[in-house]
């Protein structure tokens, strides 16, 4: 398995208001990077076959690789066109995208416990969200809506005649089975092709999922502490509200041993 991270952005909103000129990912909670976390807990989970989408400030990544000393090292590939949407530095990663086994794709300004790495990687082949139903309503979580176990929206703003029985924030986790990742490599590069570089992955990931949603299991992991840190005040939440609440780091345990910590049904989910 395959573990694509984007790292690529310059994360306007934060770096304006915090005046920092570092990724995000290099953000420290508890004495780690988010970047050291991610390393750390995906190889607890078996996974070394990582590669990182950078562009803003990429050399940091790579003075903050070479402390770690991280083997294997990582692959590092390079959007130039960074501040554009990460569409772009998807399809910058295409043939990364396009491996041998599954491809987990998501962000790196996450923090985020273990747990949520093994619901996302466990049992075999598959295409798989992460749902958190317990989310703060308004316009800056991207909804996901399920339909009888398949989703069928993965937005921020929500049209009003989708239809959908369950309702929650998208984690940003996705796995994908080989044919799934090459085709969402497909219509990323179709965006492209359009002149929508500028849009977000997600809008990409929701072509895909009204395309062929049946295929995808949602797994509930409402409960589990992450935060997607955007603003100065995630920051203090994730310090605050988060890290108390993760399991230990580095996890004592690989995710393999660990008991399932969310329900995970193909083509269904736990309420």
Not at 131 to 149: N, Q, S
Not at 164 to 193: C, H, K, N
Request: hydrophobic share 45%; aromatic share 6%.
């Amino acid at each position: 398995m395959r573990a694509i991270i984007l790292a690529a952005g310059v994360g306007q909103r934060l770096q304006q208001a915090a005046d920092a000129r570092f990724p995000k990912c290099l953000l420290r909670f508890g004495g780690h990077t988010l970047l050291e976390r991610h390393l750390t807990m995906l190889r607890s989970a078996g996974i070394d076959d990582v590669v990182l989408g950078v562009g803003f400030a990429h050399e940091a990544i790579e003075a903050e690789l070479a402390r770690l000393n991280w083997q294997p090292r990582p692959t590092l590939v390079v959007n130039p066109d960074y501040t554009l949407g990460s569409v772009l530095t998807v399809h910058t990663l295409a043939a990364a995208m396009q491996a041998d086994d599954d491809v987990l794709l998501f962000d790196a300004d996450v923090l985020y416990d273990e747990r949520i790495i093994a619901a996302l990687v466990q049992g075999s082949h598959a295409n798989r969200l992460l749902i958190d139903r317990d989310f703060e309503a308004g316009d800056e979580p991207v909804k996901l809506c399920v339909r009888d176990g398949v989703p069928v929206e993965l937005r921020k703003r929500v049209a009003a005649d989708v239809v959908y029985d369950t309702v929650g924030e998208s984690i940003g986790f996705f796995r994908f089975d080989q044919p799934t990742a090459r085709r969402l490599v497909e219509i990323v590069a179709g965006y492209i092709d359009a002149g929508r570089s500028d849009q977000p992955h997600e809008e990409a990931v929701r072509d895909l999922l009204i395309e062929r949603g049946e295929q995808f299991d949602v797994a509930d992991a409402t409960g589990l502490p992450w935060l997607e840190i955007d603003f100065p005040v995630d920051v203090a939440r994730a310090a605050d509200e988060v890290l108390p609440q993760l399991l230990p780091f580095p996890p004592a345990l690989p995710a393999s041993s660990a008991s399932p910590a969310a329900a995970v049904q193909h083509g269904t989910m736990s309420a």
